[in-house]
Nanobody
């Protein structure tokens, strides 16, 4: 199992930007495809974005496509989520997740490793 630690959350005004980071421990980081999920109060955890082990393939939820960008640096064992044009509805706890196999299903149950989450709050 890879250990994941998120950082970079905070309070930002609508229209602003934030960059989330996820630090992964372990020497087999390139074995994992990575993803970001989020969970707002009273709502289910939802998929945000995913990136393949090489970084060559990405996938986004419709709600964030064109505003968010996922990337990874395998030399540093890091995954990032650049969030632009933030909206109040983006307010949630954001989680980094990892899995060791390819699937075109992006449900939380398909990811075996999770970070503790970082809070993102977008004010009006």
């Amino acid at each position: 199992q890879v250990q994941l630690v998120e950082s970079g959350g905070g309070l930002v005004q609508a229209g602003g930007s934030l960059r989330l980071s996820c630090a992964a421990s372990g020497r087999t980081f390139t074995s994992y495809s990575m993803a970001w999920f989020r969970q707002a109060p009273g709502k289910a955890r939802e998929f945000v974005a995913a990136i393949s082990w090489s970084g060559g393939s990405t996938h986004y939820a419709d709600s964030v496509r064109g505003r968010f960008t996922i990337s990874r640096d395998n030399a540093k064992n890091m995954v990032y989520l650049q969030m632009n044009s933030l909206k109040p509805e983006d307010t949630a706890v954001y989680y980094c997740a990892a899995r060791t196999y390819y699937s075109d299903s992006y449900v939380p149950g398909n990811f075996g490793s999770w970070g503790q989450g970082t809070q993102v709050t977008v004010s009006t």
